[in-house]
């Protein structure tokens, strides 16, 4: 289905592969035959880019026989049939070696692709504490002599200013260190995400010793955010000598402060770790955040090496893939992020009471899960500034399409959480607003506006009247898509809700009814607002059940958010969305609920009403950030209200056009 799209042209990914070959200390042929059968392995992978450890042609643990002339000489040996071996196919291939030049042993990372040496990358901190003694057999690069060396009957560029790019594949940038580079203040990668690198590769021979592979975890981890690029690192594997030390072939490769992937340690035999590296996103978030093109003035200059790979086809993605971005998979994260958020909103609220010199809050309670997660908010906002929970006037204001499982559900959950509250049914004041405009009664969006419009009025004035503020209740994701009134629902004082998607408000609601009102008559209530369908409820029931479903309308809530993370926090195309959509569809991490088809119709209709909704947007409320996605104008989204969405559109549906066929 996808044999016409290609990893780089039409989605911005590059394939990386990590590399830890089993080897015998100082049996270069042996080494050598490992390292190209994993060449050809990552080939038939696709892998465009390929690492493989610190002094794996001779093994890192050779020790004194570093100086032996038969060693050395058969290293460079082992590099020449490499070298022969990658002229086969087009595939950056990173491999480390002693080399002697000058009378001078350097540790060395040699960068081949197609049968040349782009160029020889010498280490530069030589860790010479403890268990190492790395100065006892090699020099710094700072003690390197020139920048040019003959290497295999030629001349390769040779230093730690060399950067090396991809042709075609303009945001590859390929930066090279080696192992203790990586765990100094100043790090040589630093320097080379600062002059463009996103691709930061570490040769390492990093020995085993308990909570180690934690630390490497956590600082790979922490320079891949810190720098915006991807950082792959490949220690030695079991092969290395066990006279003092244990070597466990951990590799890591993280992207923008993510692991993608990380190996197991202590494996016997060789291993090839993949992974597809999301060009697009590191390009976007290095464009956007001002203070890193700060970071870069000044900078020492590269030298830039241009190699050029293969493209793959797209018939396998090699990233996991998240079906729901804003929700942590894991149970104790999502329980941590949930406290969290309710944390920030419960803070967010009191200051904003505090910050007015009001000790009351006001809003309307549907029975259904924004209005639910507002209400517990305030609730809590008051145990936390030491006011009583009266202070908060809740109240249902039942329309035409109230049902009595929703009205009964916001009065049983207003008594137990012991607020104020009452219900004031609108139908008789909607009725004569019908009459003054000579409506008739049919259900169209004057019949459902001025429903909402004129719950907003009375909770203003209720607010006037009380000395209140009137709290919003309105989450992000239907910020988004514009699914409020303007100047109905989409108004209000303050809205804790404003960042918090909607898959994410489900899953706040009921941690809230497990964590903090358990055992509670509220705990019941809040169990079936869960279960209710989301509906505005502006329109007649039929047999008392609700007819009006907002995903129905709107489209999924997983699909929505799905969508609505990598538009707005990625910048991401929407043809390159729909694919995503379509491997999560794939790999059933959707439980087989959408087709192709509805993935694309719903994408659309997310586009649609993104760009037609953005004057909803403009205005709204204040609300506290949330997470790393927010729509306030006043933060991170700034947008013309008259922005056409045919550019994306078109994007959307060349992609459509390329899968479907």
Avoid at 59 to 78: F, S
Avoid at 321 to 327: C, E, L, S
Wanted: charged share 25%; aromatic share 8%; net charge neutral.
């Amino acid at each position: 289905m996808a044999q016409n799209i290609e990893l780089n042209q039409d989605l911005g990914f590059l394939r990386i592969g990590a590399a830890v070959p089993e080897l015998k200390v100082a049996d270069v042929d042996y080494n050598v035959k490992n390292i190209v059968k994993m060449m050809e392995k990552a080939r038939t992978a696709g892998i465009q880019v390929l690492c493989f450890p610190e002094m794996a042609i001779t093994g890192y643990t050779i020790g004194d026989l570093v100086h032996q002339q038969a060693l050395l000489a058969r290293a460079e040996k082992g590099l020449r049939d490499i070298l022969e071996a990658s002229a086969a196919y087009n595939m950056v291939i990173i491999v480390g070696l002693p080399v002697c030049i000058h009378q001078k042993v350097f540790n060395c990372a040699a960068v081949l692709c197609s049968g040349n040496i782009l160029g020889v990358v010498p280490k530069t901190y030589l860790p010479s504490y403890k268990e190492f003694y790395e100065e006892r057999w090699f020099v710094s690069s700072e003690d390197a002599c020139s920048d040019v060396i003959e290497l295999l009957g030629k001349p390769v560029h040779f230093g730690t200013d060399i950067l090396f790019t991809l042709k075609g594949v303009p945001a590859a940038v390929i930066g090279v260190e080696l192992c203790e580079d990586l765990w100094v203040p100043l790090s040589p990668h630093e320097y080379q995400a600062l002059a463009g690198a996103t691709i930061l590769l570490n040769l390492s021979a990093s020995n085993e010793i308990l909570a180690k592979a934690e630390w490497r975890r956590i600082i790979v981890t922490s320079e891949s955010g810190r720098n915006i690029a991807a950082y792959c690192y490949v220690s030695a594997g079991t092969g290395e000598s066990s006279n003092d030390l244990v070597f466990g072939g951990h590799a890591l490769i993280a992207e923008n402060g993510n692991m993608l992937q990380e190996s197991q340690k202590l494996s016997p035999g060789s291993h090839l770790m993949i992974a597809d590296i999301d060009l697009d996103r590191l390009v976007h978030d290095r464009s956007m955040i001002t203070s890193f093109r700060q970071s870069a003035r000044n900078l020492k200059t590269f030298k830039v090496i241009e190699a050029q790979v293969d493209d793959i086809p797209a018939s396998k993605l090699h990233r996991i893939i998240d079906p729901h971005p804003f929700v942590p998979g894991d149970p104790a994260r999502r329980a941590e992020r949930c406290r969290d958020i309710f944390s920030m909103q419960v803070a967010a609220l009191a200051k904003k009471l505090t910050g007015s010199k009001i000790q009351r809050i006001v809003l309307g309670v549907s029975g259904g899960l924004d209005s639910t997660l507002a209400l517990l908010a305030a609730a809590k906002t008051m145990d936390f500034l030491g006011l009583p929970r009266t202070n908060v006037y809740a109240y249902t204001l039942p329309g035409f399409g109230t049902t009595k499982r929703t009205r009964d559900n916001a009065t049983n959950l207003c008594a137990a959480l012991g607020v104020n509250f009452e219900s004031i049914n609108i139908t008789r004041t909607c009725r004569a607003h019908m009459v003054d405009l000579g409506h008739k009664g049919e259900e169209d969006i004057v019949f459902e506006n001025l429903q909402a419009r004129y719950r907003t009025e009375f909770l203003f004035n209720k607010a006037n009247e009380l000395n209140a503020i009137l709290l919003g209740t309105g989450d992000l994701t239907e910020v988004a898509l514009g699914w409020c009134t303007f100047s109905g629902d989409q108004l209000s004082h303050y809205d804790v809700n404003a960042s918090v998607p909607k898959t994410l408000v489900r899953y706040m609601v009921r941690w809230v009814a497990d964590e903090e009102l358990a055992g509670t008559k509220a705990q019941k209530v809040l169990y079936d607002v869960l279960d209710t369908p989301i509906s505005p409820e502006l329109k007649r029931p039929a047999n008392g059940k609700i007819t009006q479903i907002s995903e129905d309308i709107i489209g999924p809530v997983e699909l929505a958010d799905f969508y609505l993370y990598p538009f707005v926090r990625l910048g991401m195309r929407p043809g390159k969305m729909l694919y995503l959509a379509n491997e999560a569809r794939k790999q059933k991490l959707f439980d087989g609920r959408y087709t192709f088809d509805d993935l694309h119709r719903w994408l659309r209709s997310f586009i649609e009403r993104f760009f037609a909704n953005q004057f909803k947007r403009t205005c709204m409320p204040e609300g506290p950030k949330i997470g790393s996605v927010s729509l306030s104008p006043r933060g991170d989204w700034r947008m013309p209200s008259d922005a056409e969405a045919a550019l994306w559109l078109e994007d959307l549906e060349a992609m459509y056009r390329k899968l479907k066929g």
